[in-house]
């Protein structure tokens, strides 16, 4: 918990900056939006500011526990810790809340399976649709590569809503179905997949994409089967060229609103990739005391034939697959 807290402390410096940043567009001209932004941004330096004076608290009574003899207190510095450990996990919480995303760009893509798990792709897909009305959350694609039976090979969108990123996150892994494919004719039972990814917005002070580092190009859209269905050059894909990471997106008419989804999309894959870089550091400083701290990827298998779902990460069971499958995830936490 100590270390996850340090790594949030880092932060400070670049909020600090990015306060710097805003105060001096304000006293240019006034914009509500960027007033909102730097609100958010005080309240989370306040919580940093009072994380890192726990932590040196916690520093300061741990180096007591180590250095005192006297047993009596000894006693009250370990009480002391139980307290200030309850008071960290306390601000991380509050800190966490604060900083809660309200937007994410989700991947689904066909795994193992064939056109089975392209059709079970779309079925993941509708079901995180249905979720996301009954939230409230909005849904902007971004790209989608369709299969001859009407299943997705993969797609990429944006969720938008209150809390969205801080539910889907845990939607990201494999997805497993069991059922009796359409396309199977004796009616044996087969085991298919489907991946879903869930990648973090970036504030675009976080990601800065140098414009020499890309190639954009613009492309004809194309339906299912690869005709045409636009007239002109109205898709956009873009590269980039430190990484060899390709986006496009050719679901707008407008050339112009095509590559801001397209930028959007590989900022999010960038950040993702800085964000894995810096847990994969944490991950290794910590590895001789606690082992690996990965989870497993497998996160639901959905069982047709029994109506049954399991979420591994939860470790529930429940007979409801219909009601998970038409948007009602919030079952799974209920169990009801």
């Keep these: ?18 306060i710097e940043q805003i105060d001096l567009k304000l006293s240019s001209e006034f914009d509500q939006s960027l007033l909102e932004k730097r609100g958010k941004l005080e309240e989370k330096l306040e919580k940093l500011e009072k994380l890192k004076e726990v932590i040196k608290e916690l520093e300061d009574v741990e180096d007591v526990i180590k250095s005192e003899s006297d047993p009596e207190l000894i006693s009250l510095a370990v009480e002391e810790k139980k307290n200030l450990e309850k008071e960290l996990s306390k601000l991380i919480g509050e800190f966490e809340q604060v900083s809660s995303k309200n937007s994410c760009i989700v991947e689904i893509r066909a795994g193992v399976g064939g056109e089975e798990a392209a059709l079970f792709a779309g079925d993941l897909f509708r079901m995180y ?16 590569r369709g299969s001859d039976l009407g299943g997705i090979k993969e797609m990429a969108f944006i969720m938008e809503g209150k809390g969205v990123y ?53 492309f004809r859209a194309s339906g299912p089967g690869g005709q045409h269905v636009n007239k002109t050059d109205s898709a956009v ?44 550091k944490i991950l290794e400083e910590r590895k001789q005391q606690i082992g690996s701290a990965e989870r497993s990827e497998k996160v639901r298998t959905y069982n047709f034939m029994q109506n049954r779902v399991t979420d591994h990460r939860l470790g529930i069971t429940i007979y409801r697959l219909d009601d998970i499958l038409d948007g009602n995830l919030d079952l799974l936490f209920t169990g009801m």
């Design 1 to 18: 918990m100590i270390e996850k807290a340090k790594t949030l402390i880092k932060n400070l410096e670049n909020i600090k900056k990015e």
């Design 129 to 144: 649709s249905k979720f996301a009305d009954k939230k409230g959350w909005k849904i902007k694609m971004i790209y989608e």
């Design 166 to 218: 801080d539910f889907m996150k845990n939607e990201a892994g494999v997805h497993r179905v069991q059922r009796v494919p359409v396309t199977e004719s004796s009616g044996r039972i087969h085991t298919s997949t489907a991946t879903v990814a869930v990648l973090e917005e970036p504030e675009d002070v976080q990601v800065n994409i140098s414009p020499q580092d890309i190639i954009i190009e613009t």
């Design 237 to 280: 894909r873009i590269k980039h060229i430190p990484t060899g990471i390709v986006v496009t997106c050719q679901e707008e008419r407008s050339q112009h609103m095509n590559k801001e989804k397209a930028l959007r999309l590989l900022k999010a894959k960038l950040f993702q990739i800085e964000k894995e870089k810096q847990e994969r």
